[in-house]
């Protein structure tokens, strides 16, 4: 079995299309676990639902997922989140809403634990450092978590020994599934922070116990233009083009 893992899409249409056309052109995958965050900052928020609706996938609620739908208050999120949030509220139909609303925080599958922000705080935290991550491994009882939210590609292990260590995931870098506990962050198809603009996601292959983490080149400019076009904040237009 093959899966591919995507967190992050923020409503980047043009991102998740160049994603899924590089998932095609690699062979092509069973399911797609999606890690939250469909929506908030970008400009097509109903399309990138619909379009992954069209996939066989499951996914994890992120902060902005239901903070759009109504779920959760928008009190935490910056001011320039906070508005998309409330754009990204009014663009979607009744059934985006309850699509939204019904995705749940924390889903186990295979020997991982999906989650959008950490296994101790599924929705808020971001998970960036060694020390984080030592807390968090406690959370969870798969060998294995997925996680988002930081838009960073991230891999945290834990050794028998309990010794903790973290490094940058590196694309088309073989990550082999050993006996270590691992906490994975597949970066951001949507929003990358990381300084690198192209979009970010993950496949993982049963059959060789690898995860290989890839860099999709899109057209940002095109999602630029529509940002501009639809009044969204301009600091999340110019981030676009730099990552960050």
Same mark, same amino acid.
Request: aromatic content about 8%.
């Given at each position: 079995?093959?899966?591919?893992?995507?967190?992050? !899409?923020?409503?980047?249409?043009?991102?998740?299309?160049?994603?899924?056309?590089?998932?095609?052109?690699?062979?092509?995958?069973?399911?797609?676990?999606?890690?939250?965050?469909?929506?908030?900052?970008?400009?097509?928020?109903?399309?990138?639902?619909? !379009?992954?609706?069209?996939?066989?996938?499951?996914?994890?609620?992120?902060?902005?997922?239901?903070?759009?739908?109504?779920?959760?208050? =928008? $009190?935490?999120?910056?001011? @320039?989140?906070?508005?998309?949030?409330?754009?990204?509220?009014?663009?979607?139909?009744?059934?985006?809403?309850?699509? !939204?609303?019904?995705?749940?925080?924390? =889903?186990?599958?295979?020997?991982?634990?999906?989650?959008?922000?950490? *296994?101790?705080? *599924?929705?808020?935290?971001?998970?960036?450092?060694? %020390?984080?991550?030592?807390?968090?491994?406690?959370?969870?009882?798969?060998?294995?978590?997925?996680? %988002?939210?930081?838009?960073?590609?991230?891999?945290?292990?834990?050794?028998?020994?309990?010794?903790?260590?973290?490094?940058?995931?590196?694309?088309?870098?073989?990550?082999?599934?050993?006996? @270590?506990?691992?906490?994975? $962050? *597949? %970066?951001?198809?949507?929003?990358?922070?990381?300084?690198?603009?192209?979009?970010?996601?993950?496949?993982?292959?049963?059959?060789?116990?690898? =995860?290989?983490?890839?860099?999709?080149?899109?057209?940002?400019?095109?999602?630029?233009?529509?940002?501009?076009?639809?009044?969204?904040?301009?600091?999340?237009?110019?981030?676009?083009?730099?990552?960050?």
């Amino acid at each position: 079995m093959r899966y591919a893992i995507i967190s992050d !899409l923020h409503a980047n249409l043009a991102a998740f299309r160049a994603v899924l056309d590089d998932i095609t052109n690699r062979g092509g995958v069973e399911k797609i676990w999606c890690l939250g965050d469909i929506v908030g900052y970008g400009p097509e928020p109903g399309e990138c639902i619909e !379009l992954l609706c069209q996939t066989n996938h499951i996914s994890v609620a992120g902060n902005h997922d239901w903070g759009a739908s109504g779920k959760i208050g =928008i $009190n935490e999120f910056n001011p @320039d989140a906070a508005e998309a949030c409330q754009w990204t509220a009014q663009q979607l139909s009744p059934a985006d809403t309850d699509y !939204l609303k019904g995705l749940p925080p924390v =889903i186990e599958e295979e020997n991982f634990t999906l989650v959008h922000g950490s *296994p101790r705080e *599924p929705i808020w935290e971001y998970l960036t450092s060694t %020390g984080m991550a030592k807390e968090n491994f406690a959370a969870f009882k798969t060998q294995f978590c997925l996680v %988002g939210h930081s838009h960073v590609p991230l891999v945290f292990s834990r050794d028998e020994n309990g010794t903790c260590s973290g490094k940058r995931f590196l694309p088309d870098v073989k990550l082999t599934l050993g006996k @270590d506990r691992l906490i994975i $962050n *597949p %970066g951001s198809v949507g929003q990358p922070r990381d300084g690198n603009s192209q979009a970010s996601y993950a496949i993982y292959d049963t059959e060789t116990r690898v =995860i290989t983490l890839h860099r999709i080149p899109y057209d940002i400019r095109a999602t630029q233009d529509r940002m501009v076009q639809l009044g969204l904040p301009m600091r999340l237009v110019a981030r676009l083009s730099y990552g960050m």
